[in-house]
Structure formats: structure tokens, C-alpha cells
């Protein structure tokens, strides 16, 4: 990101916003160490102090959204006392060379817990070895040529980094991701206006990825033709067809042959689209599809299912690609694992905004099999989140949760989690906001032992300078 301000702002100084920030969470919770409903609960009372920075940067030809917001927790009653994590998000774009080169660059750090099967809560305030620091980053320079009205050429590369911090010497973590680095070399040709109906297109992708963990390194060729072919104003034909080859000491299937899939693309009117593709891919059929329905200019329904070979990695990689919010998890809530598995993902949401109350309404099944030691894991759920601004000064939310997981194999175990969530805001002044909520957690599981509640109250106070 530095890299990508110094280059970007030689061309133009731009106008730049930093703005210093601090905030005091006072958390009162009855299972501060998150311990089963069969052990002793300890409350405790958690001080957050979090000072922040935001650095935004626009010019002519950048631009930049960098926070960091280090929080220190100090517990009274808890065995680990203080506690320093670490929140960072961020994005650069620069144009080193005009209407050729370009950089792009992402991060991201926060708090996840590592492991479905372990203690885990809504509540962020406790304190367990389940929670760690994750660190995602992404630096991508690409080149973009113009082929007149003929084509449009982009020759990509992307460094990808991701890490988790394990505590020294625990054996209990071994397979979870940490200290991998992607390397992704692509190159994509696409038809422009010339062609009309009829479109086209080509790519070759090379990656890499380089695991520390101990586990081997794996590679990938992929090469494919696109065509599409607008038959009326509603419906659009697509295919494609390649070769891959995936070489990943993970994966006890590691797919070497060729790929292929037809579809079609629906949009009945200037709100819906609807996208549907079948062929073969990773050595078995694969399916997916995609839809959007804006129900009206503030309401959105959207929906999809994908099957591919990936990793925890790419997933947490996608995420900060294409999450506006700049929050990086694991939308499935699985387990950090290192290693490739195959994923199979349905989703849908709801979206919008009546007046001034603001709801997103979701729900997703997905199953992963990593074909290693570790089990199998299928989680399903949705969630609900409702805004509602009363005045110019006070705003609400409520929000809840559900999500079932099922381990296959040797664990044969099937939780049920619940979370709920109700949050009161007032804005003292431009500067200085206030709130005070309640968050209840429950783990209903197969194992006795790993049934967990907890009760947590909050109050906050922010200000910016």
C-alpha cells in the first residue's frame, strides 16, 4: 500500500483525511474463559481501550482507505489479564502508467476463531487460545491493452498472503492454516463491440502456493475458451471449454483432465438476472448458478451455488477482494484449516431499506471435505439483522443467528449455535457516540462437554478528533 501511495502521489498530491479516533467498551460477561455448561463459570468485568487511525488519500490517479485500531483488554478476574489484538483493513489503487499499468493492493487483520469445534461466541470481549490474530494481504499489479473495438487484453499477477497466530508450542492447532503465500499469473483476452451478438474470449492461469506449515506446496495449470451468444433480448448462451491440471499433495483426487460447461443467462427485465452453467470440472460434474432480483431500487434478492476446489486461503483471499465492509472471515464459519478441500456452497440474501429502517436477511448451506485427517464439516443456518433509526440521534439494531454443523468421521458430532443480539446508539455529538447492548450465546451439541453459554452487556463510548 505504501508502495502504491508513493508511486501514485509523485503524479498528484491529492487530498488527504486523517482522522484519529478512541473508543472505551466496557464488557460485563458470565463466561469470560468460555467454558462448558458442565464446568464453573467465571464472570468478569473486560476494559477494551481502542485507539484508531483512518487514513483516506484521493488524487488523480490513486486513491486510499486505511484503518488501524489496536485494542487492549484488560480482565479482572480472567488468568490472562491483559490482552493486546490487533484490527487493520485497508485498500490502495494506483495507476502507475495512464490507461496501461496498475496496482492494486489489500489487507487485512482482525480476530477469528480458529477451530468450529472449539469454544467459540458472538461476543468478542473473553478470552480463549480459539481466538487468534489473522492476517490476510493482497498486492496485484496488472497490465491492460486495448485492442481498438477487436478486444480487450489483462495480464495479471497476485501475491497473496495469509497467516494465523498459533500459540507457541500448542499441538492442538497443527493443521491450521498459517504462513502461506499464493502466487497467481494470469492472462485473459475478451471480444469487444466489434463482434456483436456473438462474444469470446481466453485464459491461461498459473498458481502457486507455497505452505510453511510443513505440508507440500501445490500448483495449478488452467487454460480455457469462452463464447457467448445473445440469441434475443432475454436469453444469452454461454460455454466454455479447457484443460487442468491441479497438483496438491492435500487432495487425494487431484484432478489432471479436460474441463468444459454450457449454460445460459436470463434477464426477463432490467431487474432480474439469472445465470445457470452445468459441465465437468475437478473430475466429476459440477454445477453453478447465479441470480440478482432488485424487487425495487432499495430492496435486492440474491442467490447462488458454486462447486469448486479451493482452500482456506482462497476463501479468506475472495473475501477481501469483494467484501465492501473490509471485515475478512470465513462467510461459512468454518475451521482455519491448511490444506485444500472441495466445497460445495448455496446461498441467498435479502437486502434493503424502508424509510428509515435498514434489514439484510440470509441464509447458506455449504459443505466441505478436506480428503485428510480432518473431518468433514456441513454447516447450514441463515441470520437476520433489522436497523431502525429513530431520531437524529438514536438508532437500534437487533440482530440473530443460527447455524448447524455436523463433523463426520471419527467425531460424529452435531452442534447447534445461537446468537442474538440487541444494540441501542446515540450520537452525543458530530464526534462523540455512545451505545449500550446484549449479547446472548448458546451451543447446543451432541457432546455434552461442548455445550456453551454465555451472557454479555456492553456500553461504549467512541469519539474521533
Known amino acids: 500500500m505504501v508502495l502504491a501511495v508513493a508511486i501514485a502521489g509523485q503524479a498528484s498530491a491529492g487530498e488527504w483525511e486523517v482522522i484519529p479516533s478512541l473508543e472505551i467498551v466496557e464488557t460485563y460477561t458470565d463466561n469470560v474463559d468460555l467454558v462448558s455448561e458442565q464446568e464453573d463459570k467465571t464472570e468478569d468485568l473486560v476494559s477494551r481501550i481502542t485507539p484508531g487511525l483512518t487514513v ?11 484503518t488501524y485500531s ?45 477451530d468450529r469445534g472449539g469454544v467459540i461466541s458472538s461476543n468478542q470481549d473473553n478470552a480463549t487460545d480459539n481466538r487468534r490474530t489473522v ?76 505452505r510453511a506449515s510443513g505440508r507440500s506446496d501445490a500448483d495449478s495449470q488452467t487454460a480455457r475458451l469462452f463464447a457467448g451468444y445473445q440469441l434475443n433480448r432475454m436469453v444469452r448462451l454461454v460455454g466454455s471449454a479447457g484443460y487442468e491440471n491441479i497438483d496438491d499433495a492435500t487432495l487425494s483426487r487431484a484432478p489432471n483432465n479436460f474441463i468444459w460447461d454450457v449454460g445460459f443467462t436470463l434477464t426477463p427485465g432490467p431487474r432480474t438476472t439469472l445465470t445457470v452453467r452445468g459441465g465437468r470440472r475437478f473430475g466429476e460434474e459440477t454445477w453453478s448458478g447465479n441470480l440478482e432480483y432488485r424487487i425495487s431500487d432499495r430492496t435486492i434478492l440474491s442467490g447462488g451455488y458454486v462447486e469448486e476446489i479451493t482452500s482456506t486461503q482462497r476463501v479468506l483471499i475472495g473475501e477481501l477482494l469483494t467484501n465492501p465492509d473490509g471485515i475478512v472471515v470465513d462467510p461459512g464459519g468454518f475451521s482455519l ?27 447458506f448451506w455449504e459443505e466441505r471435505e478436506p480428503e485428510l485427517a480432518r473431518p468433514r464439516e456441513e454447516n447450514f443456518g441463515g441470520s437476520a439483522r433489522i ?14 443467528s443460527y447455524q448447524n454443523t455436523k463433523f463426520d468421521r471419527s467425531l460424529n458430532r452435531e452442534d447447534d449455535f445461537y446468537s442474538g443480539t440487541i444494540n441501542l446508539n446515540y450520537q452525543v455529538s458530530q464526534s462523540i457516540s455512545g451505545g449500550l447492548s446484549y449479547i446472548f450465546t448458546y451451543r447446543d451439541s451432541t457432546d455434552a462437554a461442548r455445550e456453551i453459554m ?12
Do not use: C
Open 56 to 66: 483516506r488519500g484521493e488524487g488523480a490517479r490513486m486513491t486510499l482507505d486505511l
Open 70 to 114: 489496536p485494542s487492549f483488554l484488560i480482565f479482572i478476574e480472567s488468568d490472562e489479564e491483559t490482552d493486546l489484538r490487533h484490527f487493520l483493513s485497508g485498500e490502495a489503487n494506483a495507476e502507475l502508467a495512464e490507461d496501461f499499468l496498475f496496482l492494486d493492493a489489500r489487507a487485512s487483520v482482525n480476530q477469528q476463531f480458529l
Open 135 to 210: 492476517q490476510t494481504y493482497s498486492v496485484s499489479p496488472y497490465v491492460v491493452h486495448n485492442f481498438g473495438t477487436a478486444a480487450t487484453s489483462r495480464l495479471r499477477y497476485r501475491a497473496s498472503y495469509s497467516d494465523v497466530s498459533i500459540p507457541e508450542g500448542s499441538n492442538q492447532f497443527d493443521d491450521i492454516l498459517r504462513d502461506t503465500l499464493d502466487h497467481d499469473l494470469s492472462l485473459r483476452v475478451d471480444s469487444g463491440p466489434r463482434f456483436g451478438r456473438l462474444s469470446w474470449g481466453a485464459e491461461a492461469i498459473y498458481t502457486k502456493t507455497d
Open 337 to 363: 484449516i491448511d490444506g485444500s478441500f472441495r466445497r460445495n456452497r448455496a446461498y441467498a440474501s435479502l437486502r434493503g431499506q424502508r424509510g428509515r429502517t435498514s434489514f439484510l436477511f440470509s441464509g
Open 387 to 400: 436497523t431502525r433509526q429513530f431520531s437524529r440521534y438514536i438508532s437500534g439494531t437487533l440482530s440473530g
Open 454 to 465: 454465555e451472557n454479555a452487556v456492553k456500553i461504549n463510548v467512541r469519539a474521533t478528533f
